[in-house]
């Protein structure tokens, strides 16, 4: 199965997904914040990410999917910029602006909503890492 690494400032949102993301198979580790998560990234290199916006900004997540996917070769972090990343958030709830994956501006596979049901998580994480086989 696979590594994921969630990376949310919300225990109780890293405990649901470990619970449904281990009772599956899944290995799966966490970070509080961009800051930890880019070195659980180096340290792990993991499958997949799931990964908040809001946390120590409003703005981060955002930031760090950014980070992670930028087209410098010469970045830190470009060999890391085939890891698929899946967004977690609660940002619709708080804003009513709308957001979905773009190539330039929200560089992510996929773009969920929160609270999400045990089993519809499992299904997005399989099929995320399931396109990212193809």
Request: glycine fraction near 4%; charged fraction near 30%.
């Amino acid at each position: 199965m696979a590594k994921i690494l969630v990376i949310d400032d919300d225990p109780d949102t890293v405990l649901a997904c470990r619970m449904a993301l281990e009772n599956v198979g899944h290995e799966v580790t966490d970070a509080i914040n961009g800051r930890e998560g880019l070195k659980m990234i180096k340290k792990d290199r993991p499958d997949l990410i799931i990964l908040d916006v809001m946390m120590d900004t409003a703005t981060e997540g955002f930031q760090l999917a950014l980070k992670l996917r930028s087209p410098d070769p010469t970045s830190d972090w470009s060999q890391f910029s085939d890891i698929p990343i899946l967004m977690l958030t609660a940002i619709h709830s708080t804003t009513p602006l709308r957001f979905e994956p773009d190539i330039d501006y929200l560089p992510v596979e996929l773009f969920v909503d929160k609270p999400i049901e045990p089993d519809d998580l499992v299904g997005k994480v399989d099929w995320v890492l399931s396109k990212e086989e193809v």
